[in-house]
């Protein structure tokens, strides 16, 4: 994954607020595939998060003027890629949801390969009982490796509220998971 400092991140928003193009595709280059994983990992259709990436620098390119500084480049152009995934979820109807399909792995036997599968798919179960915000605040720290501060920014609440929804959404994961297991 390549990676970019703040501040290279934060001059190349000021070359794309003067309307240099190659300097979006620079950043486009290196957050693309973090900003698809982001959105994929809410819309569950590879199309969609696409899509949600295609917007979300569409909108960084209208509007990179709007960054401030206040915070790191990479949790404000989250914020842009995160309202535009809930206007596609709240977009949704129930007959347009599909539910993930899990792909085999390759070297596994029929047993292994069907206890990760149904290990995968108690996973997603539990996650889906989480609230949305306690879902969020679990990926965007252990998937996206933003820190507390950021995620804090980024869904409007003290950085205390992070650390105590993270705590409530491990401890519901590993419940819901006992449970299933117990279930089984």
Request: aromatic content about 8%; charged content about 30%; proline content about 3%.
């Amino acid at each position: 994954m390549v990676k970019l400092d703040p501040e290279a991140a934060r001059r190349l928003l000021e070359r794309i607020a003067g309307g240099d193009e190659a300097a979006l595709a620079e950043l486009h280059r290196v957050f693309a595939r973090r900003v698809f994983s982001f959105a994929a990992a809410r819309l569950r259709d590879d199309a969609a998060a696409e899509e949600a990436v295609a917007d979300t620098f569409l909108e960084i390119w209208r509007h990179a003027r709007r960054f401030r500084g206040e915070s790191q480049p990479s949790t404000w152009m989250f914020g842009i890629a995160r309202n535009i995934v809930l206007n596609k979820l709240r977009a949704r109807t129930p007959e347009t949801e599909e539910l993930d399909e899990a792909m085999p792995a390759e070297d596994l036997g029929a047993f292994d390969e069907l206890a990760q599968k149904e290990l995968r798919v108690g996973i997603l179960r539990c996650m889906e009982a989480l609230s949305a915000v306690h879902r969020e605040c679990l990926y965007l720290v252990f998937y996206e490796g933003l820190s507390l501060a950021e995620v804090a920014s980024l869904q409007g609440c003290p950085e205390n509220t992070v650390k105590t929804r993270l705590f409530y959404a491990r401890r519901s994961i590993k419940d819901c998971l006992g449970a299933l297991r117990e279930g089984a």
